[in-house]
């Protein structure tokens, strides 16, 4: 049960790790310097729930690893975030569209683990949850105002759109440890969260006259931890070289 | 076609029971964007309860130049300010 735990957890603190790594790349690059702070709000707001997800790992794990250790110490096959949250950025549309693909699952998941028998899950849960409500009212409103904005907005929003749908099928993804998961009341199946995504994103691409593409397919591996893409080790080198180069090094 | 997106004071109430105060200036599409800029760019550190946010232009100021029939006349009319008077203690902060 806490090896499956453990596994769990992993999951949703990698894929705030990854995601708030790659938003923070924006900082002091972004078009304007609203968004720039806006960004940099949401790459600390998921780094935050990193510490949460992570150091409950290592407490589940019992083996004395903190949240830093399993951030900075682990090599990329020992991840276990979506794909989605490592694909570069591109450009700013691409970003704000990965951005929206992950909030809108996000608070779903966060809204169903503050009912979490696990009452640390339940209470990280509800303290993430609030932000992420902003996160994703924040990205869809963006996807929205640029997917119905000029000609130009538009085909770039529509190209991020059909090159990241095929990466938001993992997200509701299950397997043993899911099913584990269900068993013990800790969290939902992810499957079950699926309908109420895709109300949520027909809602929103009908807005922003986006088509979301009919093709399931769907790139998976991150999660389990078989098969990551190129990206990954890439960002792992320079988020881990300082802890890689300077063991222990603190300021 | 303008480039821009239009000026917006931002406005903040600290807690309450204050009024809102002027704390600064953003730019945003349109109102809904401004005040979720200013969220992010002026309560980040936890500084309000409440915002407010009007565009730019529909501020009418006085202008600098006429500063003098303004404001200046009214500094040599001490007696407009109510200081003679003993405000009891309980009343406290006036």
């Given amino acids: 049960m806490s ?17 708030g790594h790659r938003v923070s790349e924006w900082c002091g690059h972004a078009p304007v310097l609203e968004e720039d702070i806006a960004l940099a709000n949401t790459a600390l707001d998921l780094i935050g729930q990193t510490q949460l997800w992570l150091g409950l790992a290592g407490e589940v794990e019992g083996k004395g690893r903190s ?44 809204s169903a683990l503050t009912q979490s028998s696990e009452p640390r899950v339940a209470e990280i849960a509800q303290k993430a949850v609030k ?42 993804e299950s397997d043993a440890v899911d099913q584990a ?7 939902p199946d992810p499957e079950s969260l ?18 979301l593409p009919d093709d399931r397919f769907a790139h998976k591996g991150g999660r389990t931890g078989r098969m990551h893409t190129e990206h990954l080790g890439h960002i792992l080198t320079e988020m881990q070289w300082l802890q890689r180069a300077y063991p222990g090094a603190s300021w | 076609m303008k480039h821009e ?4 004071e931002v ?14 200036s953003l730019h945003a599409p349109d109102a809904e964007m401004a005040v979720k800029n200013a969220r992010d760019v002026y309560t980040r550190r936890n500084e309000g309860v409440s915002i407010w946010v009007v565009e730019a232009r529909h501020i009418t100021a006085t202008s600098p130049s006429d500063k003098g029939p303004m404001f200046e ?22």
Avoid at chain 1, 93 to 102: A, D, I, P, V, Y
Avoid at chain 1, 145 to 172: I, N
């Fill in chain 2, 5 to 8: 997106w239009p000026l917006w």
């Fill in chain 2, 73 to 94: 006349p009214s500094e040599s009319k001490v007696y407009r300010h109510p200081t003679f008077f003993d405000i009891p203690d309980d009343v406290g902060a006036m």
């Fill in chain 1, 67 to 110: 949240a830093d250790d399993l951030a900075f110490l682990r090599d990329a096959w020992d991840f276990r975030n979506v794909l989605l949250v490592e694909l570069p950025n591109g450009d700013f549309g691409q970003t704000l569209m990965r951005q929206f693909l992950f909030d809108a699952w996000q608070e779903l998941m966060l």
């Fill in chain 1, 194 to 211: 699926r309908a109420a995504y895709d109300a949520k994103l027909a809602q929103v691409m009908g807005e922003a006259t986006l088509t």
């Fill in chain 2, 11 to 24: 406005f903040i109430r600290g807690q309450h029971g204050l009024s809102h105060r002027h704390v600064g």
């Fill in chain 1, 131 to 172: 932000e992420v409500a902003y996160h994703v009212e924040r990205s869809g409103d963006t996807v929205i105002g640029l997917g119905d904005g000029s000609a130009e907005s538009h085909a770039r929003m529509q190209a991020a759109l059909d090159l990241l749908y095929p990466y938001v099928g993992e997200l509701f």
């Fill in chain 1, 181 to 187: 998961m269900v068993k013990a009341g800790i969290a």
């Fill in chain 1, 3 to 19: 090896a499956d735990l453990f596994e769990f957890l992993c999951r949703m603190g990698d894929n705030c790790l990854i995601l």
